[in-house]
């Protein structure tokens, strides 16, 4: 569960950077856009951040985050991965 919410996040922190490169993205938009719970998704975000694949700001009202270069080549491996399956074999891939 944790792994698949981390590479949820980090997929859509991925397209927050197309969309707009210098905005952070805030836990609680990220945790509404997922269905998850915002304690977790700033677990989560911590965890990605110590992995060097998010850049994390704590604020007063929570956390922000945007993807770092490395969270983006994990992003490409993954999507890589996602469409060599089969598309039955398709299940959550995490790190």
Do not use: C, W
């Not at 975000?45 to 694949?53: F, K, R, T």
């Not at 996602?82 to 398709?90: A, F, G």
């Amino acid at each position: 569960m944790n792994r698949t919410l981390r590479t949820r996040i980090l997929i859509l922190l991925a397209q927050q950077e197309r969309e707009d490169p210098s905005r952070y993205k805030d836990d609680s938009d990220l945790a509404e856009a997922l269905g998850a719970d915002r304690a977790e998704v700033q677990r989560q975000l911590e965890n990605l951040d110590e992995q060097g694949l998010a850049d994390l700001v704590k604020t007063f009202g929570g956390h922000s985050a945007r993807i770092t270069p490395r969270g983006r080549l994990v992003v490409e491996e993954v999507q890589e991965r996602l469409s060599e399956q089969e598309p039955d074999d398709r299940r959550p891939i995490g790190f």
